[in-house]
């Protein structure tokens, strides 16, 4: 089974390994990456995730279309109603940051588990999109609704409707991508950034990441309202208390995620 879990301290680099099919999914590979991202949230001593696909072709081409995408297709005709995701986690919200470093291609599936992830970085060579309407199909693992989250309306319609991808470069502008990095850079720097965010309070990271998610495309009053809630419960933490005390001792802190 080609999915990499790889701990370094407060970080875990999972990556999607068959570069001979784009990193594409088939269904044994689908559920051991779901596996390897249930690991991840289980390990207390995680705290951030890498997602990543090997060589620097493809981050993943999606569902493996000789088997995934025909499994799921009969069991559907045959009046089944089988759940469809990507490694499970893109069908929820994931209780832990992760981070997308797009090496290569994302397209259809490997878009919407890049869009799953908080932060997307992607390789000048990459390429994104969602191109299921060329196989009179539709995106069906979040696509449809976290795409027009992250770019403009149009942007969003145009890509789905068209199948078509776009350039790294153009994802930038769009703003579906945070930075582009050159290829020998991308994972290093994805490790680096997410080692930034490890070393953050996990608590307080994890808790202001579900008060920005949850109060998305809410009124002003209800965000204000779930972040209020987050803030108490926070500050009732004793890694809380941990960085006012460090600050003032001019030490670097050291939490605990309690």
Same mark, same amino acid.
């Given at each position: ?9 407060h970080?875990?680099?999972?990556t ?5 099919? #784009?990193?594409?999914? $088939?269904?044994e ?7 390897? +991202?249930?690991?991840?949230? %289980?390990?207390?001593?995680?705290? +951030? ?7 620097? !072709? ?9 088997? =995934?995408?025909?499994?799921?297709? $009969?069991?559907? #005709? ?6 469809w ?13 992760m ?13 919407? /588990? ?5 932060? #997307? =970085? %992607? ?8 191109? *299921?309407?060329?196989? %009179? ?19 969003? =319609?145009? /890509?789905i /409707?068209?199948?078509?991808p776009?350039?790294?470069? *153009? ?8 930075? !582009? ?16 965010i ?18 998305? &495309? ?15 419960? !926070? /500050? ?6 941990? &960085?006012?005390?460090a600050?003032?001792?001019? #030490?670097p802190? !050291?939490?605990?995620?309690?």
């Amino acid at each position: 089974m080609s999915i990499r879990f790889e701990p370094d301290g407060h970080v875990v680099l999972i990556t999607i390994d068959r570069p001979g099919a #784009r990193n594409a999914l $088939d269904p044994e590979h689908n559920a051991a990456l779901g596996a390897a +991202v249930e690991r991840f949230e %289980a390990d207390e001593q995680l705290r +951030v995730a890498v997602l990543t696909g090997a060589g620097d !072709v493809a981050f993943s081409a999606g569902a493996d279309l000789k088997t =995934l995408i025909p499994a799921h297709r $009969d069991a559907v #005709r045959a009046g089944g109603s089988p759940p469809w995701n990507f490694g499970g986690f893109t069908a929820r919200e994931v209780s832990k940051p992760m981070i997308a470093a797009i090496n290569g291609h994302a397209l259809a599936g490997g878009l919407e /588990m890049a869009l799953a992830c908080d932060i #997307r =970085l %992607a390789a000048p060579n990459a390429t994104l999109g969602l191109a *299921e309407t060329k196989w %009179a199909i539709i995106p069906g693992a979040g696509g449809t609704q976290r795409l027009p989250r992250a770019v403009p309306l149009g942007v969003a =319609l145009e /890509m789905i /409707m068209t199948g078509e991808p776009v350039s790294a470069a *153009e994802a930038y502008r769009t703003g579906l991508v945070n930075r !582009v990095v050159p290829l020998d850079r991308l994972r290093p720097e994805a490790l680096a950034l997410a080692g930034q965010i490890a070393a953050r309070g996990p608590l307080a990271v994890q808790a202001a990441r579900r008060a920005v998610l949850r109060g998305t &495309g809410r009124p002003l009053a209800e965000g204000l309202d779930i972040e209020a809630g987050f803030f108490r419960a !926070v /500050m009732r933490t004793d890694d809380a208390i941990e &960085g006012t005390t460090a600050f003032t001792e001019k #030490r670097p802190p !050291v939490y605990r995620g309690r």
